[in-house]
């Protein structure tokens, strides 16, 4: 991961990632931002391998925005991978996506995903409910530390 990424947003569609990092920066909720636009790039990303193998992971990531309708990788399996994987498990996950399939809603909870919301057609809607989930997840969610959540003392 990218060292000092606060969220990391998981987006194929140019304009929501545009809407996204305008409200995030608009509301002051996060000073860094990764995007990665497909699940491939996105594992790599969380787990330090391929175009990300050079970078240190980092604890630092507080959430994750994925979208579940990706490229190369589909994002129920990164949220898979994401959710199994000790170094990742505790980061909380929150499924921005525009998929109202039922079967994409239970598969996600039953992943692991933190919170699953369908992003509003309209541009205001969609950035209030960016901001929301930002002032959410990064300003009051807490999150065990890393060392609580590896069960050191």
Same mark, same amino acid.
């Given at each position: 991961?990218?060292?000092?990424?606060?969220?990391?947003?998981?987006?194929?569609?140019?304009?929501?990632?545009?809407?996204?990092?305008?409200?995030?920066?608009?509301?002051?909720?996060?000073?860094?931002?990764?995007?990665?636009? &497909? $699940?491939? @790039?996105? /594992?790599?990303?969380?787990?330090?391998?391929? +175009?990300?193998?050079?970078? =240190?992971?980092?604890?630092? !990531?507080?959430?994750?925005?994925?979208?579940?309708?990706?490229?190369?990788? &589909? $994002?129920? @399996?990164? /949220?898979?991978?994401?959710?199994?994987?000790? +170094?990742?498990?505790?980061? =909380?996950?929150?499924?921005? !996506?525009?998929?109202?399939?039922?079967?994409?809603?239970?598969?996600?909870?039953?992943?692991?995903?933190?919170?699953?919301?369908?992003?509003?057609?309209?541009?205001?809607?969609?950035?209030?409910?960016?901001?929301?989930?930002?002032?959410?997840?990064?300003?009051?969610?807490?999150?065990?530390?890393?060392?609580?959540?590896?069960?050191?003392?």
């Amino acid at each position: 991961m990218m060292n000092g990424t606060e969220i990391l947003l998981i987006e194929d569609n140019p304009e929501d990632v545009e809407i996204t990092l305008r409200a995030f920066q608009k509301y002051h909720l996060a000073n860094k931002i990764h995007v990665a636009r &497909d $699940g491939e @790039e996105a /594992l790599e990303c969380l787990f330090g391998t391929g +175009r990300y193998a050079d970078r =240190p992971l980092s604890s630092q !990531t507080r959430l994750i925005l994925l979208d579940i309708k990706l490229p190369k990788v &589909d $994002g129920l @399996e990164v /949220l898979q991978r994401c959710k199994s994987d000790s +170094r990742t498990k505790n980061i =909380p996950v929150v499924v921005l !996506t525009s998929s109202r399939e039922d079967r994409d809603l239970v598969e996600s909870y039953n992943l692991g995903v933190n919170s699953y919301v369908v992003k509003p057609v309209d541009f205001s809607q969609f950035t209030e409910a960016v901001r929301q989930l930002g002032l959410y997840w990064i300003l009051l969610n807490q999150r065990p530390s890393e060392l609580y959540s590896e069960g050191r003392d």
